[in-house]
């Protein structure tokens, strides 16, 4: 069965460090997806990126890159000159092309647990 | 634009009772979602809907949930007879295919109290 690990539970920083939020994934799939989610304190889930497995080209928009190892089976975001603003739970998740069960298609988001981020001003 | 809506935003009910949470997603996508988010078990599929119809019911909780979805659109979340550990908050999500790239956008939540 698939897994997302996000090991850090808690991360706390002063405003304009970088900061990196780990996530780590299984899955039996060869083809599969990967997602950052960010979950502020108002609760709503906001998509921030979407991965597939073919593409580990790294991709930066502002100050948000995302770093895709295959090779480890990594997809970690960091935050570059952190905002007080960007403090929130960010969640990684994994959804297989082809899952055992449905025989193909989505059946849902694996999420990891998240990462509450904590800017200090 | 209309983003996914859940009603209630908040709900508080006595053990035993039966609960219903809807979901309206966004216009014209045709996947549905429900997930379930608690602090000791995280974020958890329950189902999803292409259009109408739920290939897999399997990660609904027990036999008391149950969920429809008509006219593919509106989908409704039901509990029965109510439990303590059902307390959570309820997540809707829609995308515009059931294709496992698309990106699910989320609703609020319902916040569910079971007293």
């Known amino acids: 069965a698939q897994k997302v690990t996000q090991a850090q539970t808690e991360i706390s920083v002063v405003e304009k460090e970088d900061v990196t939020l780990d996530c780590v994934y299984e899955?039996?799939?060869?083809?599969?997806?990967l997602f950052w989610y960010k979950q502020p304190p108002s609760g709503e889930l906001v998509f921030l990126i979407r991965?597939?497995?073919?593409?580990?080209q790294n991709e930066i928009s502002g100050r948000y890159s995302w770093n895709f190892q295959k090779s480890t089976s990594s997809f970690n975001f960091t935050i570059t000159a952190s905002q007080v603003v960007d403090s929130a739970v960010y969640f990684c998740?994994?959804?297989?092309?082809?899952?055992?069960?449905?025989?193909?298609?989505?059946?849902?988001?694996?999420f990891g647990k998240g990462t509450h981020l904590i800017i200090q001003p | 634009g209309a983003g996914v809506s859940q009603s209630p935003s908040n709900k508080v009910t006595e053990k035993g009772k039966d609960v219903e949470l809807r979901c309206d997603p966004i216009?014209?996508?045709?996947?549905l979602y429900w997930y379930r988010q608690s602090l000791g078990q995280g974020l958890e599929f329950l189902i999803y809907?292409?259009?109408?119809?739920?290939?897999?019911k399997s990660g609904l909780p027990s036999d008391r949930f149950s969920a429809e979805r008509t006219g593919g659109s509106v989908s409704t979340l039901t509990i029965q007879r109510t439990q303590q550990e059902d307390s959570a908050v309820y997540l809707c999500a829609s995308s515009l295919a059931s294709h496992a790239d698309q990106p699910q956008h989320f609703g609020d939540g319902t916040r569910l109290s079971i007293l």
């Open positions: 809907f292409q259009g109408n119809s739920a290939p897999d």
């Open positions: 998740a994994l959804s297989e092309a082809y899952p055992v069960y449905s025989g193909g298609g989505a059946d849902g988001l694996t």
């Open positions: 216009s014209g996508h045709t996947a």
């Open positions: 991965r597939n497995s073919f593409d580990e």
């Open positions: 899955t039996r799939d060869t083809t599969y997806y």
